[in-house]
């Protein structure tokens, strides 16, 4: 068993196909038209990944105020400053999790204004 795709809210699909494939390294599992309103069923997935993740629409621009997902990679600080130095917005720098002793995690948004953490492997 395993989990198919994982839902993520987004207000503007190109920016944040864009924002993925660029910034995350994403690529594209599915894009296809969904419904008479221009809306599309797009999947991405990290390479190697089963799981994808499915943007669902989001009614508004209004930045998440709690974490949307978790993310894991070996080397964090080299990670955010890849992304600071594409125009990302860092929110945490690279520190140790106060619940897990050892682990280092950083925050930042994504296009949609999505906060995501990104998390050492240990």
Known sequence: MHIQFAELPVFDQER?????????NC?????APMGPDGWR????RFTG??????FVRRSDETPSSD????LVADDIAAIVERLRAGGVEIITEPQEAPWQPGRIIAEFRDSEGNRMV?????
């Open 67 to 70: 974490p949307v997902m978790v």
């Open 41 to 44: 069923w797009i999947e991405l």
């Open 16 to 24: 944040a196909r864009t924002f993925y494939l660029e910034k995350l």
């Open 118 to 122: 990104i998390g050492s492997r240990q």
């Open 27 to 31: 690529e594209v599992a599915a894009d």
């Open 49 to 54: 990944a089963e799981t994808t993740l499915h």
